[in-house]
């Protein structure tokens, strides 16, 4: 997600968002409460968020009523990729091949995990 995208929303679409993310996640029906503003004005401001790849939301039943979950989309810029990391090798585990836990590669792996230091 681009500053630029977020320097577009409103003040209230900022605190929606905000808001979103300090819960990783919220049901909509809550989402309009937290902010104070009515069901109608919460859906639109989920459906800006949503529009700009900033939130997804799903289908759910929250209190025995049809509404939405709505979590974050992260920026993959902000994952931390260091836990793939054991020094200067990837896990085996990142690809599509199936890794075999007698492997070379996998042994070299968790002996330079155990190796580290911290």
Not at 47 to 72: A, Q, S
């Amino acid at each position: 997600m681009s500053a630029a995208t977020e320097e577009d929303l409103s003040d209230i679409e900022r605190d929606g968002l905000q808001l979103i993310r300090e819960t990783n996640g919220i049901h909509q029906s809550e989402f309009w409460k937290e902010l104070d503003v009515d069901s109608r004005k919460g859906s639109r401001i989920i459906d800006k968020l949503e529009d700009k790849g900033l939130v997804d939301r799903e289908d759910t039943v929250y209190d025995g009523h049809n509404t939405y979950y709505v979590t974050p989309i992260r920026d993959p810029r902000d994952l931390d990729f260091s836990l793939l990391m054991a020094g200067d090798m990837l896990s085996p585990f990142v690809g599509d091949e199936e890794v075999n836990a007698q492997s070379d590669a996998f042994s070299q792996w968790v002996m330079s995990l155990a190796y580290e230091e911290y």
